[in-house]
């Protein structure tokens, strides 16, 4: 909802500017259809040149979700954290193996299952019963198994930022598509000299509106974009990091409500919960 609303007051305030000085709106009108095919339809054949399928289809994925409001916040952590502690504290009770079928059949746990936000996220449920499979193995050390979360975690931070670079680029390309479209309307009026006054300035404008949506389609649409998927995609890494610091600190000998209190602390601020809250919530959901 922010994003139509962010784009509602961007174009909004630019062409109510515009129009605000005695701009004639009609003549960006009737340059848009023409302009925008040269624009657009340039500037995304390059862009399918210049990344390759599984980015085209990751980038197209990505698009919906931009719509939508970020999915972690503090309840999502303590839901996270809860889960954490649970299978934590029954493993210590009961000895790593009783966590065993837990692992293996999250999707028939009875631990899982009392957290549904976190049972639905496929990759996340991957990544904590992969590295919940090693510590019941038993053939891996907190620093071995660090190593490969830290590996993992940047692998799938460059993945996740492939649609976000993508993005960045076309952004930077379309202004100088929005040249393009105004060199080849500077050209179809040098063709048109001996034409009337009036008639050549209507198509200089038209072609100079080439230039302005260029940059106005860049920095108003599509850049905002990329940043925004960033952002996202940052989120899902922290996520990555508070399963990954309470699994270690559990392996290094801590208690579970220790370990949790670690994972708490790697949290970016605004979705934190405090100790009180978080010690509230889990002895809630015993």
Excluded: W
């Excluded at 079928?101 to 957290?115: C, G, N």
């Excluded at 639905?120 to 620093?143: E, K, P, Q």
């Excluded at 393009?180 to 404008?205: F, K």
């Amino acid at each position: 909802m922010l994003v139509i609303v962010g784009y509602v007051v961007a174009l909004g305030c630019i062409f109510g500017a515009y129009i605000m000085h005695g701009g004639n709106i009609a003549v960006i009108i009737h340059a848009l259809p023409t302009e925008l095919v040269a624009i657009i339809g340039g500037a995304l054949g390059a862009f399918v040149v210049n990344n390759q399928p599984k980015v085209l289809k990751a980038t197209l994925g990505a698009l919906p979700n931009l719509l939508r409001g970020s999915k972690h916040s503090k309840a999502r952590y303590m839901e996270l954290m809860a889960l954490l502690y649970d299978i934590l504290q029954k493993a210590r009770k009961e000895g790593l193996m009783a966590i065993e079928d837990d692992v293996e059949t999250p999707q028939d746990s009875a631990l899982f299952q009392k957290y549904p936000a976190i049972g639905g996220d496929h990759h996340v449920m991957v990544f904590i019963t992969d590295y919940l499979r090693m510590m019941v193995s038993g053939n891996l050390n907190a620093h071995e198994i660090e190593s490969l979360m830290d590996s993992e975690i940047e692998t799938h931070h460059h993945e996740a930022n492939g649609p976000a670079a993508a993005l960045a680029r076309l952004a930077g390309a379309l202004p100088a598509f929005g040249i393009i479209a105004a060199v080849l309307g500077v050209v179809n009026t040098m063709g048109s000299v001996g034409q009337a006054p009036a008639i050549l300035g209507a198509m200089i404008g038209s072609a100079l509106v080439g230039t302005f949506l260029g940059i106005l389609l860049a920095y108003a649409v599509v850049e905002p974009l990329a940043g925004l998927l960033e952002q996202k995609n940052d989120e899902n890494g922290k996520e990555l990091q508070c399963i990954k610091t309470t699994l270690l600190a559990s392996m290094q000998g801590y208690a579970p409500q220790v370990a949790v209190e670690f994972g708490r602390k790697v949290l970016y601020s605004g979705d934190r919960p405090t100790f009180a809250e978080l010690e509230s919530h889990v002895k809630g959901k015993k």
